[in-house]
C-alpha cells in the first residue's frame, strides 16, 4: 500500500495552517509538520504504508515532549527512537516559548501519555510491525498552542474562540476523511470524542472513546483499567 495520498493530504494540511494567527493564550504556536517534517514523513511511509488498518486511534494536537520534539503522534523520544526506529533531524519553530525548547530527540523529557501509549502497544503487540499492521496512531491538529506563561502553560484547542478553530477544524477534517478513506479505517478510538465533527463517513464508523488512554495524567489505579480497556479492545480490532 502506497502512503502517498496520505502524504499529500498532509502535505496540504501544513501548508493549509502556515502563517495562521491565533489569539490568547495561544502565544505560542509550534508546527512539528514543519520543522519536524522528516521524522513524520518517516513514520507515515513506515507505518501508514503497513497495510490497510482497521483502528485508528485519534488524539488532539501534539504535547510539548512528544509530537512537538520527534514529529511523530504521542511521540514520546524513547518510544520512536527505540520502538519505532526513527530518529531523524529535527529543526525548530520560529518562536519558542523559553520554558518548552524544541530539542528533538536530544530532549531529556519524557511524553507521560506518549511513554503510556507506546508502551501498551509494545507489550501487547510485542513488534511494531505487528501493531501496525492494523492499526495508526494520528492527532488531528497538528498545533501545539503555548501560553506565554513562566512554563509554558499547554492550551487545548477548546480552549480557542469557535471561529478561530472552525476554519482550522475543517482542514483537519480533511486530512482525517483521507487517511480513513484511504487505509479502510473501520474504527476510530477518539479522544475527546467530538473530534470527529463535520465527516462525511462518519455514519459509517463506530466511533469509540477512550479517554482514559489517549488522556491526560492518571493515577496507577487508572492506568491499569486503561490499558485492561484497550487490550480488550483491541482484542475486538
Known sequence: MSAEPVIRATIALRKALAGR????????VYQPLDYAWAPHEAYLRRYAAAGPKKVLF????????GMAQTGVP????????????????????EREHPGKKVTGFACHRSEVSGRRLWGLFRERFGRPGAFFADHLVHNYCPLLFLENTKQGRNVIPEELPAEVMAPVNAECDKLLRVLVETLGVADLEAQPGDLVTDLTMADALRVQVQADILGG??????????ATMAAADLEQA
Open 58 to 65: 485519534l488524539g488532539m494536537n501534539p504535547g510539548p515532549f
Open 21 to 28: 494567527s491565533f489569539p490568547t493564550p495561544a502565544d505560542f
Open 217 to 226: 495524567p492518571m493515577g496507577p489505579g487508572e492506568i491499569g483499567r486503561a
Open 74 to 93: 504521542f511521540g514520546e523520544i524513547a518510544a520512536v527512537r527505540d520502538w519505532l526506529g526513527l530518529e531523524l533531524p529535527v529543526g525548530r519553530p
